[in-house]
T-cell receptor, first 111, second 115 residues
Framework: SQQGEEDPQALSIQEGENATMNCSYKTSINNLQWYRQNSGRGLVHLILIRSNEREKHSGRLRVTLDTSKKSSSLLITASRAADTASYFCATGGGSQGNLIFGKGTKLSVKP | ETGVTQTPRHLVMGMTNKKSLKCEQHLGHNAMYWYKQSAKKPLELMFVYSLEERVENNSVPSRFSPECPNSSHLFLHLHTLQPEDSALYLC??????FGRGDIQYFGAGTRLSVL
């Protein structure tokens, strides 16, 4: 069953602008992860935030987590054309490492 | 290069064919996964293998048959597929337990077209 749901479904911005994507989920989680997928390729892990964390940074990425609202956001600052990809949130915590992915946000960064 | 290799990258097959997808991970992980990604749908988890034992089968039709001969290799055997099975099939691996947070490493996928 679908757990994470990203918003917006598609986002188009100019190079240099910031991109914000949101994810909502339904049940309790141990952690929430963000992945990136270039067209027709596999997913690449970007960042993981645990349920007891509120904010995490990695380079130009900033992730927030609000467990009371069951939501997370991914901010990409100073976007580049190479950031063009689909971004997925995934919730985990199953004993076998199962992840449940949302439908993703398709980000287009125009040069 | 993520350490997970999938072959072939592209596959076209007729509905009566039998083919296999292969996945190999070089990361020393103890769990491997098959996912199906169709257009405009969330990534669907098909099978999970942990320590070479199948631990999850998400109501996948029997025309898909997984095999995990060892912790580094995972196969997906395909037979009498339907056109709606056309999709990108992704393999992933992870090291479950030990507080690692279940980060998964994905292969580049096999683009399957069923005619």
């Amino acid at each position: 069953s679908q757990q994470g749901e990203e918003d917006p479904q598609a986002l188009s911005i100019q190079e240099g602008e910031n991109a914000t994507m949101n994810c909502s989920y339904k049940t309790s989680i141990n952690n929430l992860q963000w992945y990136r997928q270039n067209s027709g390729r596999g997913l690449v892990h970007l960042i993981l935030i645990r349920s007891n964390e509120r904010e995490k940074h990695s380079g130009r990425l900033r992730v927030t987590l609000d467990t009371s609202k069951k939501s997370s956001s991914l901010l990409i600052t100073a976007s580049r054309a190479a950031d063009t990809a689909s971004y997925f949130c995934a919730t985990g915590g199953g004993s076998q490492g199962n992840l449940i992915f949302g439908k993703g946000t398709k980000l287009s960064v125009k040069p | 290069e993520t350490g997970v290799t999938q072959t072939p990258r592209h596959l076209v097959m007729g509905m009566t064919n039998k083919k296999s997808l292969k996945c190999e991970q070089h990361l020393g992980h103890n769990a491997m996964y098959w996912y199906k990604q169709s257009a405009k749908k969330p990534l669907e988890l098909m099978f999970v293998y942990s320590l070479e034992e199948r631990v999850e089968n998400n109501s996948v039709p029997s025309r898909f048959s997984p095999e995990c001969p060892n912790s580094s290799h995972l196969f997906l055997h395909l037979h009498t597929l339907q056109p709606e099975d056309s999709a990108l099939y992704l393999c992933a691996s992870s090291q479950v337990g030990f507080g690692r947070g279940d980060i998964q490493y994905f292969g580049a996928g096999t683009r399957l077209s069923v005619l």
